[in-house]
């Protein structure tokens, strides 16, 4: 019997935790991303409300934003970050039809007998790297954004990694890497900067553990640090060409 099962036979469905949260993601936990630089598209992106054929309706999918590191605050850091604190991505394999080595959270489309998006957000991360639900505690509940490459309307589910364990990758079909980013690195002026896309599109971007974060994962980790006190001040003038960016670490469109 798989968790969703015993939860369900139990009567329990996955809710959010509202109390005992580390003071230093009450950030995150308490406000809805935002763009203070007016760079990050990717936050205003909705599906339309009226869609005139069944084929155009979007997919629902959720993501698992999860945040590991200590209980306690720094209160040497902004924000009171601790020093352990990082963020759950994988990288997906470059043999999949959409969003191939793109880094992302894991996540993925809403399955019959799902019980709400923080129940797919844990499915999905468990299926794709092995997490164990039991030490996650989901803290919000993030409003959809709509991806339109794939034409699905994720919900971003925020979590705390309460008790840290053992991730991998899953399936070598699925994701080439499962890995755990400090957020310290994520916060460095010097691995942020603002991407190009060919066809016109403009977003925020990270530079971290030899890999390129853009697009939506990007734009949500890029809302979330606006919000959560621990941003350090990024030249969000500094925009380089995806592709070239892409390159650097080895990636392609």
Do not use: C
């Not at 230093?24 to 007016?38: F, I, K, N, Q, S």
């Not at 019980?115 to 409003?143: K, Y």
């Amino acid at each position: 019997m798989d968790d969703r099962e015993g939860r369900k036979k139990a009567g329990v469905a996955p809710r959010l935790v509202t109390g005992d949260i580390p003071p230093w993601l009450r950030g995150v936990a308490e406000h809805e991303p935002v763009d203070p630089t007016g760079t990050n598209p990717v936050l205003n992106r909705r599906a339309m409300q009226k869609v005139v054929s069944a084929a155009l309706r979007p997919r629902q999918a959720a993501v698992l934003v999860l945040f590991g590191g200590s209980p306690q605050p720094d209160p040497n850091a902004p924000g009171g970050l601790p020093a352990d604190a990082d963020v759950l991505l994988t990288q997906r394999a470059a043999t999949l039809r959409q969003h191939r080595g793109q880094v992302a959270f894991p996540g993925g489309g809403v399955e019959p007998g799902d019980d709400g998006p923080i129940d797919t957000a844990m499915r999905e991360a468990r299926e794709e790297t092995g997490l164990d639900p039991r030490g996650v505690e989901p803290i919000a509940v993030l409003p959809k954004i709509f991806v339109p490459p794939s034409r699905f309307d994720v919900t971003p589910v925020v979590a705390y990694w309460r008790t840290p364990g053992e991730v991998r990758v899953v399936s070598e079909t699925e994701a080439a890497r499962v890995v755990r980013v400090p957020l310290a690195d994520l916060i460095d002026p010097a691995n942020r900067f603002v991407v190009r896309h060919p066809l016109g599109y403009m977003g925020p971007a990270f530079a971290v553990d030899g890999m390129l974060v853009w697009g939506f994962t990007a734009g949500v980790l890029a809302g979330l640090l606006a919000v959560s006190g621990w941003e350090r001040d990024w030249d969000h003038h500094d925009v380089r060409d995806l592709q070239a960016s892409l390159a650097a670490v080895g990636m392609t469109l």
